[in-house]
Each structure stands twice: as C-alpha cells, then as structure tokens.
C-alpha cells in the first residue's frame, strides 16, 4: 500500500516538473568585448520571415514581453519592401525612437536520433523476492527536431552588433510554440546581460 502510495507521489511529482520545464534553451551566446555596457532604451523587435503574418505575430510577441513601453513591433515601422535598404531601414527605426534592435532569424533545423531506455514499473525485490510482478517497457530510438533560431542586438546608431544568441526549440508542435518560447527566452537572456531593464 506505501509503495502503491510513494509511487503514485513520485509520478505526480514527474510531472509536475515536467510541466515547468520548457523546451526551448539558449545554447549559446557572444557579446562585443569592445562595446561599452548598454542598456537600451526603447527596442524595435524584427522577425526575418517571407510570412508576413509569422512576422508580426513574432514581432507582436516580443512587444507584448518586453512591454509596449520599451519595445515596438518592427513592421510598425519597417514595411517588408524596405527590409533590405539599409539607410532607409536604419533611418525609419531610428525615427521611432529606438536605439537598440533585436533581430530573430531561422538558423537552421536538424533532427537527431535518441535511445529511450526500457521503463520498468514494479520492484524485482519486492516481498516475494524475484517473483514479484513487473511491467516492461523496451527501449526504442526516436527521432528528435530541433529548431535553431538567431537573436541578434544592434546598436542603431552605430548599426553595430553588441550582442548574439542561438536557440533550440525541441519538438515544437508549430511555428507558435517555437515563437512564444524563443521571444520569452531570448528577452530573459538580454535581461540577464543588461542589454534591457528587469522585468
């Protein structure tokens, strides 16, 4: 009965924690040794997609966690046929009052092979020793996908790059999972960096 007990508490306990764990991580980082310490203080939020509707849903997403008092939303003031001039782009964005620009692109998508072990349920030295039953599960491969995104700060003034992340969303279910989770985890990373005020 305790073990029945402690068994069902181990798995309320499993999941809850796999409730709290998110999917997407930061795998790596750069900052410019040479630019001075900066916190910015108004951010445009650009998301480089030929999906017009992805790119203002992304760029809708960081406004709305950074907060509309810090950041604007890049197509506001960035229409996608002006994306690749760069004076008039830099001009537009400086005219909104920003000085910092935050820049998410797709890097890449990879899958990659990983061996489940067997689960086991029950314990082999339970009261009647080997014969107490067992549930077994055997291991199997499955294949993981893996999507990598780009984060990346700019100094508008200087058009200069101060600061770079990639990212790994694993298994999202569509390009909203993978939207929500980057934008929250790159904004916690450039809070942590000082680049952006505390939340």
Not at 89 to 96: C, G, L, P, T, W
Not at 107 to 128: K, L, N, S
Not at 132 to 151: H, S, W
Request: hydrophobic share 45%.
């Amino acid at each position: 009965m305790a073990t029945r007990a402690l068994r069902r508490s181990a798995l309320v306990l499993l999941a809850a924690l796999a409730l709290g764990c998110s999917s997407t991580r930061i795998v790596a980082t750069w900052s410019d040794p040479e630019s001075a310490p900066v916190q910015f203080r108004k951010v445009v939020g650009v998301a480089l997609s030929g999906d017009t509707t992805l790119r203002r849903i992304a760029e809708d997403e960081f406004v709305r966690v950074v907060g509309p008092a810090l950041a604007i939303a890049g197509y506001r003031v960035l229409p996608d046929e002006e994306m690749r001039d760069r004076e008039r782009a830099q001009a537009r964005v400086e005219a909104a009052g920003a000085d910092g620009a935050v820049v998410y692109r797709l890097a890449g998508v990879e899958t990659r092979e990983r061996w489940v072990p067997p689960t086991t349920y029950g314990h082999a030295w339970g009261y009647w020793g080997w014969a107490a039953p067992m549930v077994y599960e055997p291991g199997y491969l499955t294949t993981d996908r893996y999507v990598q995104i780009e984060t990346t700060v700019y100094d508008v003034a200087s058009a200069r790059l101060v600061w770079a992340a990639r990212s790994e969303t694993l298994n999202p279910d569509d390009a909203h999972d993978v939207i929500d989770e980057v934008v929250r985890a790159s904004v916690d990373a450039l809070r942590e960096a000082g680049l952006l005020p505390p939340e």
